[in-house]
Nanobody
């Protein structure tokens, strides 16, 4: 069982930056692929980024590529999402997700564990 707790959300102006964190419980964090998803008001939850268990592989949605960076610190059981050049359309609740696998996953149904989400609001 893995519990995920996101933090770092908030209100920022367009062009600004935020760093989200996701702290995970459990002793096998290093064997989990970790992903970030987001859900804007009135829209379905969508994939943002994923990082492999080792941190050696990452994958991003086209909408955030070049602006967002996912990383992890297995010693701290934490995954991060650095968000730069934020746009109003990045406004959403951001969720951290996990699955014990060596694969890169991008679909919501592929993840077993989810955090409660953290709100990111980007003003124009």
């Amino acid at each position: 069982q893995v519990q995920l707790v996101e933090s770092g959300g908030g209100l920022v102006q367009a062009g600004g930056s935020l760093r989200l964190s996701c702290a995970a419980s459990g002793r096998t964090f290093s064997s989990y692929a970790m992903g970030w998803f987001r859900q804007a008001p009135g829209k379905e939850r969508e994939f943002v980024a994923v990082i492999s268990w080792s941190g050696g592989s990452t994958y991003y949605a086209d909408s955030v590529k070049g602006r967002f960076t996912i990383s992890r610190d297995n010693a701290k059981n934490t995954v991060y999402l650095q968000m730069n050049s934020l746009k109003p359309e990045d406004t959403a609740v951001y969720y951290c997700a996990a699955r014990e696998t060596m694969q890169i996953l991008t679909r919501e149904f592929q993840f077993d564990y989810w955090g409660q989400g953290t709100q990111v609001t980007v003003s124009s």
